[in-house]
T-cell receptor
Framework: NAGVMQNPRHLVRRRGQEARLRCSPMKGHSHVYWYRQLPEEGLKFMVYLQKENIIDESGMPKERFSAEFPKEGPSILRIQQVVRGDSAAYFC????????????FGQGTRLTVV | AQKVTQAQTEISVVEKEDVTLDCVYETRDTTYYLFWYKQPPSGELVFLIRRNSFDEQNEISGRYSWNFQKSTSSFNFTITASQVVDSAVYFCALSEALMSGSARQLTFGSGTQLTVLP
């Protein structure tokens, strides 16, 4: 079974550009979580999605950030008009959402804003 | 609100020494889950263990062992006979449990950088 797949692994954007980060959950998993890890910090929850629904976005910045998890295809975390402070590692985790299981994390996308 | 504290920012040990990483948590939930993750220099997050709040049995897996003490809200992690390959950042995390049994988001500690010297 393939694990949680994130791409790209590394992304460089100039200030003002858009960043799109993709997450394909494990097969059979319909719940996706996005976390952000700022340099030398722990991971901070951003958003929790089920297929076609945002369940909890309490950790998302109010502006420029959005997330979706369409019926078909990967979950997308979109950052518009990136700034230097957006430079971080973004991790995605998935779970089946029926019985509890540990959250399976992808390898992360490292975003660098120059 | 939930909170996880890893007071040790950095620890250095010499190979073959035992090392314990501390984790203290706060939650108002009666049912919750505790985790440890390892983040090696390559950056990915490696799951190590999940513990249910109802299960206070200590666990051992090879050189790794975990001590869950509900009375002190601690979930400490010990590596016995450490090796250079154990060098990584280790994160403790907490999650509430929903009525359905599904877990919600994780609250992470700030991590402990472990360096094992040869």
């Amino acid at each position: 079974n393939a694990g949680v797949m994130q791409n790209p692994r590394h992304l460089v954007r100039r200030r003002g550009q858009e960043a799109r980060l993709r997450c394909s959950p494990m097969k059979g998993h319909s719940h996706v979580y996005w976390y952000r890890q700022l340099p030398e910090e722990g991971l901070k929850f951003m958003v929790y999605l089920q297929k076609e629904n945002i369940i909890d976005e309490s950790g998302m910045p109010k502006e420029r950030f959005s997330a979706e998890f369409p019926k078909e295809g990967p979950s997308i975390l979109r950052i518009q008009q990136v700034v230097r402070g957006d430079s971080a590692a973004y991790f995605c985790a998935s779970s089946p959402g029926t019985e509890y299981t540990e959250a399976f994390f992808g390898q992360g996308t490292r975003l660098t804003v120059v | 609100a939930q909170k996880v504290t890893q007071a040790q920012t950095e620890i250095s040990v010499v190979e073959k020494e035992d090392v314990t990483l501390d984790c203290v948590y706060e939650t108002r939930d009666t049912t919750y889950y505790l985790f440890w993750y390892k983040q090696p220099p390559s950056g990915e997050l490696v799951f190590l263990i999940r513990r249910n709040s109802f299960d206070e049995q200590n666990e051992i897996s090879g050189r790794y062992s975990w001590n869950f003490q509900k009375s002190t809200s601690s979930f400490n992690f010990t590596i016995t006979a450490s090796q250079v390959v154990d060098s990584a950042v280790y994160f403790c995390a907490l999650s509430e449990a929903l009525m359905s049994g599904s877990a919600r988001q994780l609250t992470f500690g700030s991590g402990t950088q472990l360096t094992v010297l040869p």
